[in-house]
């Protein structure tokens, strides 16, 4: 095989070990293949490379498939199966030599891709008892499974033991592989090299309460996938885009795309100015100019995160027949449809100071000042803030964690009004800090020694609204942090001494008059961390997470809503944090109560102290 790293996409985490393989070095750009995927350079020198030199190598070099040799044994047959489902070839067409005819016809490679922590063992079983299969050979693999990918491109954290068979009989006189799982099997550091993690965009669906004005219908929320990243990208992510939402999301997000549209091109690329023409099938050919706008910004947002090097230009989308359908310029995109349309660029960071007031300072600003209104007086002590997108509303906890106060953000507003009144006789329980969402409504869980309640105020008015959350019973909300788009909400749970982070999803049942709300499907957004302290929305898809692994101490990471570790650079350490705030505006700083008292991480900087003083830093949202 020749080898290739991938872009250091490593958001599935984990750590590479060493497996030997017989790998050919080849540079992608100088290469002529000869005919057959797994033809060689004859310039090329053969040398044995390990796994972690192949994803480490230079990223302009490819892997490919080395078909199965004369006369080789099964269970050098499986090993060189495993191998060749590395390759950089669309279909794994080097792959599929290595099985029978039959078994060619029926395997489903793309079914579903397990990853483990290594490249599985291949282990003889022994030749099976019966006669009807006296010349078969069955072959164990085993391994640490660490991730599962399903059809939809979905990344799911499932960490258990591994173990499958194949079996083997002779076609022409040679082992072939005639059994064998639908799917791929890869080690961790395959897995980084092959797939890039990426983006889909859908709109949000509020159902029950869709036609209220603040709901809107052009709120884009992002679907994590990971897809092969050498494979037509652009190509790859558009088609994504077209399966409709990951089967975790599609309770709460729609397509603008009608219903079996497809992609007529066969390969999809920028052009020289990065824009990108798409044709479609005769399903679109009906969409009038605002659902093709909006189909459009789904192609566009979904293909930037594929082509992360330029900038997409532009989207135009076309009938099967070539007439243009619409075009959709990357600054109406962003206007329209993009994260700062619909969470305007907040200019201030906030905390509560020593004297516990509301205070605000600019990112740069190493002096805060009181925010303006009742919450910035010091005449009501509070022990947490949350501030309204638009900044013209905050929420406030009381210092004994009982009271709810909700002021605008003006010099003119001299009372705070208390929304909700917590029914905890112990301090330490009580309600957790607010969370806004982008649509105004106000988020709080209310903690006793009968469990945890989820509210949500309407506008941060008027009476909260229990918000039921199916299997939470007992175990008790430590705190909750609610997406911009309303229908995501991370949560820490407490559960017998240990505290997770969780990904909820919130669905809108019930009717205009009389919506009923609830939080489902809760999955573990950092499964490996033993204890969470705090979590920020940091992005589309992404959070920024401080907690720790067993036996291990405090890290701060940033991961992605399914479960991966994300792509991006590690996060310098600071000593005992207590809670975090990241804007979902990726270029702001993060800020941090920590040993050190309030400090803040520009990006590409180190933690600097902005404040010896003070708790509970938050963004607006």
Not at 293 to 306: D, E, I, K, N, P
Not at 307 to 315: D, H, M, Q, T
Request: glycine share 10%; charged share 25%; net charge neutral.
């Amino acid at each position: 095989m020749g080898a290739e790293r991938g872009r250091g996409r490593g958001r599935a985490g984990g750590r590479r070990r060493g497996h030997r393989l017989r790998t050919v070095a080849v540079l992608a750009t100088g290469a002529m293949l000869l005919a057959g995927c797994a033809s060689m350079p004859d310039d090329g020198e053969s040398m044995p490379v390990d796994q972690a030199s192949r994803a480490d190598a230079d990223s302009q070099v490819r892997v490919y498939g080395v078909p199965p040799q004369d006369g080789a044994q099964p269970t050098d047959i499986v090993r060189g199966f495993l191998d060749a489902l590395t390759s950089d070839e669309a279909n794994l067409r080097t792959a599929k030599q290595y099985l029978a005819a039959p078994a060619r016809k029926t395997w489903q490679p793309f079914a579903t891709t397990k990853v483990l922590q290594e490249r599985p063992k291949a282990t003889p079983e022994g030749i099976p008892a019966n006669r009807e299969d006296a010349k078969g050979f069955t072959v164990t693999l085993e391994g640490t499974q660490v991730a599962t990918v399903d059809r939809k491109h979905a990344y799911a954290p499932q960490e258990k033991a591994y173990h499958e068979t194949m079996h083997l009989a002779r076609e022409n006189g040679q082992w072939r592989i005639d059994r064998l799982p639908n799917g791929l099997v890869l080690g961790l550091p395959d897995f980084q090299r092959i797939y890039q993690p990426v983006n889909k965009y859908y709109f949000a669906s509020y159902k029950s309460e869709a036609g209220e004005p603040r709901a809107g219908k052009d709120v884009l929320v992002a679907d994590p996938v990971y897809l092969r990243q050498r494979i037509d990208p652009v190509t790859a992510s558009v088609n994504a885009l077209l399966q409709g939402p990951t089967n975790w999301l599609h309770q709460v997000a729609v397509s603008a795309f009608p219903k079996d549209t497809h992609v007529t091109r066969p390969t999809l690329t920028l052009d020289d100015s990065n824009a990108l023409t798409v044709r479609l099938s005769k399903h679109a050919a009906g969409a009038d100019s605002d659902q093709c706008r909006r189909m459009a910004a789904q192609v566009l947002f979904t293909v930037q995160g594929m082509a992360r090097a330029s900038k997409v230009s532009e989207v135009e989308l076309q009938k099967d027949s070539g007439d243009s359908l619409c075009k959709l310029k990357q600054e109406e995109a962003a206007d329209r449809f993009g994260q700062q349309a619909r969470v305007r660029h907040t200019a201030l960071e906030y905390y509560v100071d020593g004297d516990h007031r509301v205070v605000s300072m600019t990112d740069t600003a190493t002096d805060a000042t009181p925010v303006p209104g009742p919450l910035g007086t010091g005449k009501i002590a509070l022990r947490s803030v949350g501030v309204a997108h638009g900044e013209e509303t905050a929420a406030g906890v009381s210092l004994n964690g009982r009271a709810l106060y909700v002021a605008a953000l003006d010099e003119m507003s001299k009372r705070a009004e208390v929304r909700l009144r917590s029914r905890a006789k112990n301090e330490t329980d009580g309600l957790t800090a607010p969370s806004w969402d982008g649509l105004g409504d106000l988020w709080i869980a209310d903690r006793d020694d009968d469990g945890s309640r989820l509210l949500r105020l309407r506008s941060g008015k008027g009476e909260p609204q229990e918000v039921a959350v199916p299997g939470l019973g007992k175990r008790r909300i430590k705190s909750i942090r609610v997406a911009s788009d309303g229908i995501r909400i991370a949560m820490l749970i407490e559960d017998k001494g240990r505290t997770t982070l969780q990904l909820g999803r919130v669905e809108r049942g019930g009717t205009a008059m009389n919506p009923k709300l609830s939080v489902q499907a809760l999955r573990p957004i950092a499964p490996q961390l033993e204890d969470v302290v705090a979590a920020s929305w940091a992005g589309d898809s992404r959070l920024v997470v401080v907690g720790r692994e067993s036996g291990g101490v405090q890290q701060m990471q940033f991961m992605e809503t399914d479960g991966s570790a994300s792509n991006t650079q590690t996060l310098p350490g600071v000593n005992g944090v207590e809670a975090v705030a990241a804007s979902e505006d990726e270029t702001r700083p993060l800020i941090a109560d920590a040993d050190e008292g309030i400090v803040r991480l520009p990006v590409d900087a180190n933690w600097k102290t902005v404040a010896t003083r003070g708790t509970a830093p938050v963004y607006p949202g």
